[in-house]
């Protein structure tokens, strides 16, 4: 069975960091490309990041742009979501998706189940 799995959210206070992990079960992760997204209860995903089977390649939705750095490691077949200078809006869960184009956000079709991030005082 294939699953994405995502680690690495939890509680952080404003202006702190965090750096989320993707990981895939059954699948190989490492021949493609791969976003992050946010999602809050009843809301659409949004906020993508997303990066090329290489990794030389990155592109970001305008509310990600500038506060979130997505890198990966092949040898690992890990995604990362570095997410710095968090702000109370940016509460919400965090799925990793593939099968997709970074041209286009809604062409991912595989996701994880997401992470929770918190940003609280």
């Known amino acids: 069975q294939v699953q994405l799995v995502e680690s690495g959210g939890g509680l952080v206070q404003p202006g702190g960091s965090l750096r989320l992990s993707c990981t895939a079960s059954q699948f190989p992760l490492d021949i493609y490309s791969v976003a992050w997204f946010r999602q809050v209860p009843g809301r659409e995903r949004e906020g993508g990041s997303c990066?090329?089977?290489?990794?030389?390649?990155?592109r970001y939705e305008e509310t990600a742009k500038g506060r979130f750095t997505i890198s990966r490691d092949n040898d690992k077949k890990t995604v990362y979501l570095q997410m710095n200078s968090l702000i109370p809006e940016g509460t919400a869960v965090y799925s990793c998706a593939t099968e997709g184009t970074c041209n286009a956000w809604a062409s991912f079709s595989r996701w994880g189940q997401g992470t929770h991030v918190t940003v609280s005082s």
């Open positions: 990066i090329s089977v290489s990794g030389d390649k990155t």
